[in-house]
Structures are given as C-alpha cells and as structure tokens.
C-alpha cells in the first residue's frame, strides 16, 4: 500500500508541476499577445489603449513570473509616453498654423500685405513642426497675398493715372487729360475697386474734360 500511495504522490506530484508550467506558459502567451496589441496601438497613435493594453500586459508577466520581461515593459512605457508628448506638441504647432493662416486671410482683406507675409511664414513654421503638409492651404494664401499685391498695384497707377489727368485737365489740355483718365478708369477696374468716391470723382472729371473738349 505503501509503494501505492508513494506513486500515487509522485504522480500527482508531477501533473501538479506540469500544471503550473503549463499555467505559467499560458500566462506568459498571454502576456506576449497583450504586450503586441499595446505595440500595434502605439503604432496607430492610440496612446491610451496602448497604456492600458501595457499594463494588463505587465500584470500577466507578474503572474507567469517573468520579471525579465519587465525592464521590456518599462522601455516601451518611456516609449508611449515620449510618443504621447510628441503627438501633444505635434497638435499644438499645427493649431498654431491654422490660427497664423486666418490671421494672414484677414491681413490680405485689409491689405496689410506686410503682416499678411508675417503671417504666412509662421504658419509655414509651425506645420513644418508639426510635420503636416498644409501645402493646399499655404499655397492657397500665397495666391491671395499675389492677388493683393496685384490690387496694391493696380491702385497705385490708377491714383498716379488720375493725378496726371486731374493735372492735365487743369491746364486744359484735355485730350490728354482723357487718356490718363482712362488709363486710371481701366486701372480701378481690374483692381475691382468699388469705392463709390472714387467713381464719383471719376465721372466729375471726365465731365470737366468733356466740357474743355467741346
């Protein structure tokens, strides 16, 4: 009886230890398959699940007794929250840019032209930083920055046109005095002025040539 039970204790003394490896390996695969969904969160920038998935992933370790595993565990924890603080930083220069790219809008509408390439630049700054490509949106104010210019121009040889013709009026050669105004009328045009003082002086002075003409 006593051999009997003395192998029956082995027995069971073996299928105990097979047990606990066997626990011990399930626990550890588990582990391994938590530690893997933390990874694949990081890499898609769910910061918050990869931190949970982290730590369920750790508590598994612990329980299969593999301490070994857990300087891995903390490597990847400095790693989520490096990543975590460089997607935060990341968001906050790309809001920037947004904000730099409304106010350079608004300078081109009151011509500001100046602040509006100031603007401009520190929108370009801040999504380089962010590593965003804003390149429809940049390129997008560019045109309208150009476009103002253009209108700046326009204005400037539209006022020197009607100075001429206001100037040659008044020394009645009138002939001439209607080709600057001209000149200034198509000048106001493309510039899409729609001032209606200027319009006014404008047709007051061609009145003026036209009476010198008659």
Do not use: P, W
Not at 3 to 25: D, K, M, N, V
Not at 26 to 55: I, N, P, V
Not at 178 to 193: C, D, F, K, S, V
């Amino acid at each position: 009886v006593g051999r009997i039970t003395g192998a029956e204790a082995r027995i069971e003394e073996s299928e105990a230890r097979r047990s606990s490896a066997e626990r011990l390996a399930a626990a550890r695969s588990e582990a391994g398959r938590k530690l893997a969904a933390a990874q694949a969160a990081l890499g898609r920038g769910g910061f918050s699940e990869a931190r949970a998935s982290l730590e369920a992933a750790r508590a598994s370790y612990l329980d299969a007794g593999a301490e070994d595993m857990l300087a891995l565990i903390d490597e990847l924890a400095r790693q989520i929250d490096a990543a975590a603080l460089g997607a935060e930083a990341a968001a906050g220069a790309e809001a920037r840019g947004r904000t730099a790219l409304e106010a350079c809008t608004g300078h081109v509408e009151t011509m500001n032209i100046a602040e509006a390439r100031v603007s401009l630049a520190e929108a370009q700054k801040c999504f380089a930083t962010a590593k965003v490509d804003a390149s429809t949106e940049v390129g997008r104010a560019s045109a309208l920055i150009a476009a103002a210019e253009a209108r700046v121009t326009l204005f400037s040889v539209a006022e020197d046109a009607f100075s001429l013709a206001a100037e040659r009026c008044d020394s009645q050669d009138f002939e001439e005095a209607r080709g600057h105004l001209e000149q200034a009328r198509r000048a106001y045009e493309r510039a899409g002025n729609s001032d209606m003082d200027i319009q006014d002086e404008i047709e007051a002075l061609e009145a003026r040539i036209e009476a010198g003409l008659a």
